[in-house]
């Protein structure tokens, strides 16, 4: 009886701590979509396309030295001098009417009569009110993204996540799926960083799983489907991004999954093709290795792109679907 008193003494300190983070992520969605409607309802900038923006630019200034960690509802930065305007004398300026004068971009948007950098609402509105001086329409919004970055990889990114939102109609997409079935059978290592020769000597930059010929392929995050083809080093390869900049990578296919296109909607577990040994040739080459699947990860973070070892993901991703499996059997 002590015993068991004891385990559930444990389960309760492991189990309220993860379900009180998992009620403030909800929160944090839930404060984040009233705060987008809102600003949509003022400037009818589409939410989606605010969501994305944001999202963005969290996502960069998570993996950027060169910028503060987002703290804030909202992940949007504007640096001082952009935000109070720079001929501005005093870059901490709050007056709506000084900052104005200056060509600042901080607009007061909640009422309060300040321009706060630091409040979320002014930072969105703010941002809201930049692309409203271009128009309300996609092409339009493309436009002031692209004179606010001057990078048509960012434009394209902020538009395929807008893309995604608006499809599914929510921001809390984070669920993820391992990219083979859990009961298949397959095996894979910490591969990444090892020595490549074919083609010249390089790095692997992925997880190699191995697994039958034709086991199912799927999509492990929410995202566009943003390249589909041929490689001569990846074979037959697919292309993800996700809503966190990540572009995930799955090469050595069989095939693809049918009528699988480049601009594509998928969330996890979507079916994208078949595990294969293609590669290391011209178009169609097999069989010059056992069949695997190379998994990648690649982050963004507005300058360029880099991989990081897919492993720790991997683990977390199948260990959860194990998890997931034996509650609902």
């Known amino acids: ?169 929510r921001i809390d997409l984070e669920d993820s799926a391992f990219p083979v079935p859990i009961r298949s059978n397959h095996s894979y290592n910490n591969t990444w960083g090892d020595a490549r020769g074919w083609g010249g000597r390089r790095i692997h930059e992925g997880t190699d799983i191995f697994s039958h010929y034709g086991v199912p392929v799927r999509a492990t995050k929410y995202g566009i489907v943003e390249m589909k083809g041929w490689n001569k080093f990846g074979g037959w390869r697919v292309g993800i991004r996700d809503i966190n900049n990540t572009y995930h990578y799955f090469a050595h296919l069989s095939g693809f999954a049918k009528d699988l296109k480049v601009g594509q909607i998928v969330e996890p577990g979507t079916l994208i093709g078949g595990v294969g040994s293609t590669g290391y040739g011209p178009p169609g080459t097999s069989g010059k290795f056992p069949p695997h699947l190379h998994y990648g990860m690649y982050k963004d973070n507005g300058y360029s792109e880099w991989s990081f070892d897919p492993y720790p993901h991997l683990r977390m991703w199948e260990r959860t679907e194990k998890l997931k499996a034996r509650k609902n059997k």
Do not use: C
Not at 5 to 19: A, E, H, N, Y
Not at 46 to 68: F, G, K, M, T
């Open 1 to 169: 009886m002590r015993a068991l008193l004891i385990l559930g003494t444990v389960f309760v300190f492991i189990f309220l701590p993860f379900q009180s983070a998992h009620a403030e992520e909800e929160d944090v969605y839930q404060k984040r979509m009233a705060l987008y409607k809102k600003v949509e309802a003022v400037t009818q900038i589409p939410w989606y396309y605010l969501a994305a923006i944001d999202q963005y630019e969290r996502n960069i200034r998570q993996v950027r030295r060169d910028l503060p960690k987002p703290q804030g509802l909202t992940g949007i930065y504007f640096r001082p001098e952009e935000w109070a305007g720079i001929a501005n004398p005093h870059p901490s300026d709050t007056n709506p009417a000084s900052i104005s004068f200056f060509n600042g971009a901080g607009v007061d948007g909640n009422g309060d009569r300040k321009a706060s950098i630091n409040d979320d609402e002014d930072v969105l509105y703010s941002f809201a009110v930049y692309l409203l001086s271009y128009g309300i329409d996609q092409e339009n919004i493309k436009i002031a993204l692209w004179d606010y970055y001057k990078r048509d990889k960012t434009v394209g990114i902020i538009a395929d996540k807008a893309k995604i939102y608006r499809h599914f109609g």
